[in-house]
């Protein structure tokens, strides 16, 4: 009978459970920043509403370090009598370079108390065309992604380790689908959704995203009621998700501000768990360099061999050629040939060109015999290739 295993019952103390040493730690709040991500169109209060949450976490922790602005659109000017009023110090860089943003996010961690991006989709974009230009793309392919969202992810790693409350905008754009018209059999483009201007994942790494809208209203045929809403679509406090406030203040924001600096922990140095270095894994050393040298060309002389077998295209070489490999790596693709171990190599080139030299006596054997040899191969070396092929036919 099998043992069962006993679960804890409900109000019995059990001991407590450890996994020290490990590298598991207790869950602590070393980073009690805010990160806020605001998208929306033109004319939607993002930059006001970035502006309200800053001098809100600038008055409410009695801040002496300055407001930075990175700003791509030059409307921080409109922001110096806002900031100014209540005695406080913005300073501000205008720039849509990415390699600038890179530099104002390490010089704003040290000299500044909240840093705010306006707008973020300027920066994507001049990352995008400064890649065409380097590289003389006219249009961007499938490959050119990968080394620019590379570029771009050491902004993402910045923004999520840097000890500074970080406000970004970026503007909106519609997202598109195609969806089945019923009863037609065709597909029409579709609005499905909005979504910020930036890398596909950038939008969603803050802890707090809003989404602002501009909304008009006519009160009566000579008076328009204007308003903004900011919609949460993302509050990793769960405090805030999915609601909606109009003509937003800092104090709709505040009770995530309070959760995420409630409280503070001290880094304890003796459980800090230093990342594993993934790169590691990755044998680059000459030892390893030169055995994937080595296998490579092993693999090269196989297949080297097995063409010069059956140079051709025919249907019948093809299958040759595929015979070959079932009978020497036991397998009809010669991609799961090529990850037969290294140490295994030397002795397959052996069987192979054993094989090889089999089939070809039994060609020249058939051929003497007055046989039609066709260059097949049987998966079980030995056999005639042509008269086993006639044999099949019925033409003994």
Not at 35 to 40: A, N
Not at 142 to 146: E, K, L, M, R, Y
Not at 334 to 347: F, I, M, N
């Given at each position: 009978m099998a043992q069962q295993t006993s679960l804890p019952q409900a109000g019995v103390q059990t001991p407590k459970q450890t996994l020290k040493p490990s590298f598991f730690s207790d869950?602590?709040?070393t980073l009690p920043v805010l990160?806020?991500?605001?998208?929306?169109?033109?004319?939607?209060?993002k930059t006001f509403t970035a502006a309200l949450i800053a001098k809100g976490l600038y008055?409410?922790?009695?801040?002496?370090?300055?407001?930075?602005?990175?700003?791509?659109?030059k409307t921080s000017k409109f922001l110096k009598k806002f900031f100014a009023d209540d005695h406080i110090e913005a300073m501000v860089k205008e720039s849509k370079s990415f390699a600038d943003l890179l530099t104002a996010l390490e010089v704003a961690e040290q000299s500044a108390s909240v840093l705010i991006i306006d707008s973020i989709?300027?920066?994507?974009?001049?990352?995008?065309?400064?890649?065409?230009?380097?590289?003389?793309?006219?249009q961007l392919t499938?490959?050119?992604?990968?080394p620019i969202k590379s570029m771009w992810a050491r902004f993402t790693e910045a923004f999520l380790r840097a000890n500074l409350h970080i406000i970004m905008c970026g503007r909106a754009g519609f997202e598109y689908d195609f969806q089945d018209v019923e009863g037609t059999g065709k597909k029409q483009l579709?609005?499905?959704?909005?979504?910020?201007?930036?890398e596909g994942e950038t939008a969603y790494e803050p802890d707090l995203l809003l989404l602002m809208e501009r909304f008009e209203e006519i009160m009566d045929k000579d008076v328009k009621k204007v308003y903004r809403q900011a919609t949460i679509l993302k509050d990793r406090s769960n405090l805030l998700d999915g609601k909606t406030f109009v003509n937003p203040t800092f104090k709709d924001f505040e009770p995530i501000v309070?959760?995420?600096?409630?409280?503070?922990?001290?880094?304890?140095?003796?459980?800090?768990?230093?990342?594993?270095?993934?790169?590691?894994?990755?044998?680059?050393?000459?030892?390893?360099?030169?055995?994937?040298?080595?296998?490579?060309?092993?693999?090269?002389e196989i297949e080297g061999i097995m063409v010069q077998a059956a140079p051709g295209q025919s249907a019948a070489e093809k299958k040759f050629k595929i015979d070959i490999l079932e009978a020497v790596f036991g397998t009809?693709?010669?991609?799961?040939?090529?990850?037969?171990?290294?140490?295994?190599?030397?002795?397959k080139l052996i069987e192979l060109q054993d094989y090889i030299a089999k089939c070809q006596a039994d060609k020249a054997k058939a051929e003497a015999e007055g046989d039609k040899f066709e260059p097949k191969a049987k998966s079980d070396v030995g056999k005639k290739i042509g008269k086993a092929a006639d044999e099949a036919k019925g033409k003994k």
């Open positions: 869950i602590k709040n990160k806020v991500g605001i998208e929306g169109f033109a004319g939607s209060g008055q409410k922790f009695g801040y002496t370090k300055p407001i930075a602005i990175f700003d791509t659109e989709s300027h920066v994507w974009r001049d990352l995008t065309e400064s890649y065409q230009l380097r590289t003389g793309r006219k499938f490959q050119d992604w990968s579709v609005k499905t959704g909005v979504k910020m201007k930036v309070d959760f995420l600096t409630d409280t503070k922990d001290e880094i304890d140095p003796f459980d800090e768990r230093k990342e594993g270095d993934t790169g590691s894994l990755f044998d680059m050393t000459d030892e390893g360099t030169a055995k994937a040298k080595e296998k490579r060309m092993l693999l090269e009809r693709s010669w991609t799961k040939a090529t990850e037969t171990p290294l140490s295994q190599l030397p002795t």
